[in-house]
């Protein structure tokens, strides 16, 4: 047989109450980026995935797009039920018009999915089996409560994604009576009497279940990553009049600074430290000053889209640094607020944003009042691979 074509269901309607978190478990950011889209993004990347169809809480879709960012174009969003398991069913008839030969079912809670065990798995496929998924042997000795030792040599752990082929598995979830709610699909599968493939897991594949899986997890990513540092440096002109934004505040002065955009020259380094150290390009490179569009443009936008960057690249923001360089304004009175504001576009705690302020003595240009001048640096952390 040749290779399965896979529609995958991705499931995210679940509340995740035994992790203890505030916001669902998909929802929150490991490592720079969210649990649901690291699982979307390795569905799509995947050849022999056709199309990912996300299954999120009733009245959920907002929050799974949010978390989704640019990648929500790519998939079809519907709505899961009280159980996994409704919630897989749901997904099947939304499906159902289309039949699609090959599904898979996967975990959003599981953020790491090497591709090779989607290739296993649609080897198994391809060899004829109805049903397979990824398990791994259970290393640790196993007790019963009451002390007797459980032989481990037969016992394998079950992971997502599993894969199905897709009218066995419709028939299974129509089927189903057991009064007991079923953790996964492959043992509604072999209820039917079909046999089910085991192919190698992949200890990336872990689910985030527990308090403290989702810290353990964002550390194995983050073992990946490198430090990166990048520098940025701005000069605008005073002038009498006009508003002055400094690090995304605005401040009353007698003079205002000119040039490109809200000329808050502040922002305008931060963004060039930020994209240097993803070493692509400078603020004039992606917003040209002759472009009319940036007349007058609030400077926060050309930031928002340098964090962007960072995400798409899978990037981590530690820590930023500004230095205003000014004999007037006084900086400090607005130090709080600059840094509030700037924690906020950029989205760390305040404790990761400095801001910071000197004068030149009175001497050079922006000892004489002519401009105002910033740098700034910003450390981050880039998976390995970039
Ligand atoms: N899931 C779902 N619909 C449900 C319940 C769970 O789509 N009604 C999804 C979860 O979002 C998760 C996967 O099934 O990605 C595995 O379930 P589990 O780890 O149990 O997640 P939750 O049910 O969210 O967590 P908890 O059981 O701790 O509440
Ligand atoms: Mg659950």
Sequence with gaps: MSTPRFTAILLAAGSGSRSGAAVPKQYRALAGRSVLARAAQALLDHALVDAVLLMVPLGGEAAARAALGDLAGRLRIAEGGETRRASVRNALEVLAAEAPGYVLVHDSARPGLPAAVIDRLATALADGAVAAIPVLPEVDTLVETSGAVIDRAALRRVQTPQAFAFAPLLAAHGQWTSRDEPTDDAQMVRALGHTVRLVEGDAALEKITLPGDHERMERQFTTHFVGRTGLGF????????????????????????????????????????????????????????????????????????????????????????????????????????????????????VTQVSVKATTTERLGLTGRGEGIAAQAVASLRLPLEN
């Design 234 to 349: 701005d000069v605008h002109r005073l002038e009498p009049g006009g508003e002055l934004w400094l690090a995304g505040v605005r401040i009353p002065h007698s003079h205002g600074l000119s040039g490109h955009s809200d000329a808050d020259v502040a922002i305008h380094a931060l963004v060039d430290a930020l994209l240097g150290a993803l070493a692509e390009g400078d603020i004039g490179s992606h917003f040209p000053p002759s472009d009319p569009q940036w007349r007058g443009a609030p400077s926060e936008r050309f930031l928002a889209f340098a964090v962007e960057r960072v995400a798409a690249r899978g990037g981590v923001i530690d820590h930023i640094d500004v230095t205003i360089i000014c004999e007037a304004p006084k900086i400090g009175p607005h130090r709080g607020a600059m840094r509030a504001r700037l924690a906020e576009i950029v989205g760390l705690p």
